[in-house]
């Protein structure tokens, strides 16, 4: 199996066939794109205030019966809040005229008894106006969008152990129907809870179509167009996803009509299992050489080329792996501690920083676009990169970035609005870029029969981060200094711990534990024999 770039280099890096696999995967990742995003605009809170009952109310207290309050310098009417409906029925029937004849200060205020009034200026609903998650139930708002990352760490977990057992394929395709399933079945939702517990069940089908496409597109593709899948190819489609969603939403302005929609986007997939392959590399550690075989000169006729008599020699079923496994061995287990402190501080970085980002103003959903578009120039940058720069360079140093400017905003002044700004968008562009590299650099560190298993576990990091950073940032609450310096210390941390992490520029991807044992032995064996030398050369 070590020899697998070796037994298929008459392929070529390019052709056909290599750019055909290319594009249909990557069609795979615009669905992730928008689906799990829309929360941004099904859980958004349009302006409301409190629904004042048709009772006799002249039309000065109707509109006096909201009280006003200062917002940021701001005079808005209270959401939450309300005069006392009895008191003001009988002034306004006494003919008292607020403002004038009873100083509204010192009436009573109630709670929004009867309800909630909602713009619909941009929104005509949502689970927000439907359900009146506002006041006192808006905690239910994030909650649900916590549903979501918790389902990204089951779907982290699971999704690496049964693309293993059963095949990158099957589970990214079972995987493609269980998220068109969930969304469908989210827009039906009856209540708040039924929500939540659809949408954990939408973040575990995504993931594991996220990091099982990953997968398949790393073992199918060459060496070249491998960088490019995933970098470019993968993160460049899922902003494709994530810039069409605000049209999508902008269009449809009923929730549930927007989730069936999305939901039905995962029908125009189902042509792809006819031309999308399973992983020869993971036929092989099955024993499966025969089928293998028939994908390979199946590419090499697309690309127009003979293949050998003979490509892979009959191999047994190999061992088969679970997540204990990755812990078993010293090298597999000290890789593994390390890439989880990567990810999760790259997610707690990225997370903590978009926290503190002021909201912008304006249209929402052109806000949503320009947030996409954003993260575009990293991809293409971090492509150009990789394709010559060692991996542990660029990651330690994208996250030197991220983490300095993390320490850094914290000393900049109010009056320097632009430079604070200026500092988000660079850390956010080091965030983006260290996403980009982490996600490839994993990848070709772990061996074939504990690649989605490693990638899993790392993903799994990744959630624990994302929902870690909420709580990081409310340590402001007892010392406004201190998420920053726990993040950025962190991220500066993992920067250092990247380095001990073996370079993976130009190497074949390791097959196996043992090819991954034989790799580091021949490099460490290559430096102690140099060291020698020089020494030699010295006495």
Not at 16 to 25: C, D, E, K, V
């Amino acid at each position: 199996m070590g020899d697998y770039d070796e037994n298929t280099a008459f392929l070529g890096q390019t052709g056909p066939y290599f750019w055909t696999t290319f594009f249909l995967l990557n069609t795979v990742f615009v669905s992730t794109g928008f689906n799990g995003l829309y929360i941004v605009f099904v859980g958004a809170a349009p302006k409301h205030h409190c629904l004042i009952p048709d009772v006799n109310l002249t039309e000065q207290w109707r509109n006096a019966i909201v009280p006003f309050m200062v917002v940021d310098g701001e005079e808005v009417r209270s959401q939450c809040s309300r005069y006392r409906l009895d008191v003001v029925r009988n002034l306004s029937a006494e003919g008292f005229i607020p403002g004038k004849d009873v100083n509204l200060t010192n009436l009573e205020q109630e709670r929004c008894l009867d309800g909630w009034n909602y713009s619909k200026e941009i929104y005509q609903s949502n689970i927000v106006t439907e359900w009146d998650l506002v006041c006192d139930n808006q905690w239910k708002v994030p909650f649900a969008s916590s549903t979501l990352f918790v389902g990204y760490l089951v779907g982290s977990l699971i999704s690496g152990q049964l693309s293993d057992r059963f095949g990158r394929k099957k589970v990214v395709f079972i995987s493609l129907g269980a998220q068109c399933v969930s969304v469908l079945l989210q827009s039906f939702s009856h209540s708040w809870r039924m929500f939540c517990v659809m949408f954990l069940f939408v973040g575990a089908s995504q993931i594991s179509i996220y990091i099982s496409a990953f997968v398949l597109g790393t073992e199918l593709l060459s060496k070249t167009m491998r960088v490019l899948f995933t970098t470019l190819g993968a993160f460049l489609f899922y902003c494709i996803g994530y810039m069409t969603l605000p049209w999508i939403a902008y269009a449809i302005r009923d929730w549930r009509t927007l989730l069936a929609v999305l939901s039905t986007t995962a029908v125009v997939y189902i042509p792809l299992w006819w031309f999308i392959p399973e992983s020869p590399r993971w036929l092989i550690t099955q024993g499966r050489v025969e089928e293998a075989e028939a994908i390979i000169r199946d590419a090499a006729r697309k690309n127009k080329v003979e293949a050998p008599p003979v490509i892979f020699k009959e191999t047994g079923v190999s061992k088969k792996f679970t997540m204990l496994d990755v812990l078993k061995s010293k090298n597999i287990r000290c890789i593994t501690l390390m890439c989880l402190i990567l990810w999760m501080a790259i997610n707690i970085g990225y997370f903590g920083l978009s926290l503190n980002t002021s909201n912008l103003s304006g249209n929402p959903f052109m806000n949503c676009f320009l947030s996409a578009i954003t993260e575009v120039p990293a991809y293409i940058v971090s492509t150009w990169l990789l394709k010559k720069c060692p991996r542990r360079v660029l990651l330690s140093s994208f996250l030197v970035i991220g983490g300095g400017v993390l320490l850094l905003i914290q000393f900049i002044p109010r009056t320097l609005q632009y430079v604070a700004v200026a500092l988000e968008m660079t850390g956010k562009f080091g965030f983006t870029m260290a996403f980009s590299i982490v996600y490839i650099y994993t990848a070709e560190i772990y061996p074939t029969v504990l690649r989605n298993i490693g990638m899993g576990l790392c993903s799994s990091a990744a959630r624990i981060g994302s929902i870690t950073a909420p709580y990081v940032i409310y340590l402001g609450t007892y010392n406004k200094v201190l998420p920053y310096v726990v993040m950025g210390s962190l991220t500066i941390a993992s920067s250092v711990v990247n380095v001990f992490l073996p370079e993976s520029l130009n190497k074949a991807l390791p097959e196996t534990v043992d090819f991954l044992f034989l790799f580091k032995f021949l490099v460490n064996s290559t430096i102690f024999s140099r060291n020698v030398a020089k020494k030699n050369s010295f006495v």
